[in-house]
């Protein structure tokens, strides 16, 4: 809840139906989120990714970078992407 609040600060207010960060971590410009499809979410196995866990990536920069008031960071590219799939 604590990073939704960050986010809330960042003029981000995010429904319990797209909140999947559970944690997050910084260090330099680099940034690790565990994320998981928010309860409710039917996966699709028939995607690499879920586009909403896509989305809930998205979510990270907001709750590691500061940001003014009524400004909303959106990334608009990736130059790396990692999955890692725990049972």
């Known amino acids: 809840?604590?990073?939704y609040e960050a986010l809330r600060q960042h003029d981000l207010q995010l429904g319990p139906a797209v909140r999947g960060i559970e944690a997050a971590w910084r260090n330099g410009n680099a940034a690790l989120a565990q994320v998981r499809l928010p309860a409710?979410?039917?996966k699709d196995k028939s995607l690499p990714i879920h586009p909403l866990l896509?989305?809930?990536c998205f979510q990270l920069p907001q709750f590691l970078t500061p940001g003014r008031p009524g400004h909303c960071l959106v990334p608009t590219s990736l130059e790396r992407l990692a999955t890692m799939?725990?049972?």
């Open 40 to 42: 409710g979410i039917a």
């Open 1 to 3: 809840d604590a990073i």
């Open 85 to 87: 799939i725990f049972h």
């Open 54 to 56: 896509l989305d809930v």
